[in-house]
């Protein structure tokens, strides 16, 4: 496929993207006899977006941006409390 789609395909395309999984989130584990479906099933999607000059990874912020940034926020948090731990084990 290389055709563009129109606008409202792709925010539908992109919202759907944001409750896929990850594709490192794939495991056997997880999914079982049906992993490489989903992980072709993941590209396949990430492949549109490409397309559609879409940076799949950019989409989750673009989609939900107050999460993106409690996550973010969450992450340095996280990290400087490591950093701390780190300072107070020396």
Do not use: S, W
């Amino acid at each position: 496929m290389t055709d563009k789609i129109n606008d409202d395909a792709l925010t539908a395309l992109k919202i759907a993207f944001t409750y896929m999984p990850k594709a490192i989130d794939v495991t056997k584990y997880e999914y079982g006899e049906r992993c490489q479906t989903v992980l072709d099933q993941v590209e396949a999607v990430r492949e549109v977006l490409l397309i559609n000059d879409v940076d799949p990874e950019e989409v989750y912020g673009e989609i939900n941006p107050e999460i993106t940034h409690q996550f973010v926020l969450l992450i340095f948090l996280f990290g400087l409390f490591d950093a701390i731990k780190a300072v107070q084990r020396t």
